[in-house]
């Protein structure tokens, strides 16, 4: 099992900046993808930025040049720097761990943190 505690969110102005962190623990062999999802209210929940284990990050088009992703596999973290934050990244963050063992893919969730930016 692996456990996720995110923090880091809260209330920015617009153009503000904030910086998400989760840290994870527990069985953390085999870990592959870290990730960061959002999910504003009545909407899906949807991929913002995800990493590799080799540091191949891959962004949601909205985020590109103003988030940036990344991991410390020593320290088995991933981090989530917002800059220029919009109204529109108002939602709830949530941390995402994958591990592949044996052909199979078993994925992790952290509790989620909001983020507010007002106008």
């Known amino acids: 099992q692996v456990q996720l505690v995110e923090s880091g969110g809260g209330l920015v102005q617009a153009g503000g900046s904030l910086r998400l962190s989760c840290a994870a623990s527990g069985t953390m062999l085999s870990i592959n993808a870290m990730a960061w999802y959002q999910q504003a209210p009545g909407k899906q929940r949807e991929l913002v930025a995800t990493?590799?284990?080799?540091?191949?990050?891959n962004y949601k088009d909205s985020v590109k040049g103003r988030f940036t992703i990344s991991r410390d596999n020593a320290k088995n973290t991933v981090d989530l720097q917002m800059n220029s934050l919009k109204p529109e990244d108002t939602a709830v963050y949530y941390c995402?761990?994958?591990?592949?063992?044996?052909?199979?893919?078993?994925?992790?969730w952290g509790q989620g943190t909001q983020v507010t930016v007002s106008s």
């Open positions: 990493i590799t284990s080799g540091g191949s990050t």
């Open positions: 995402y761990v994958d591990r592949k063992i044996g052909g199979r893919k078993y994925i992790y």
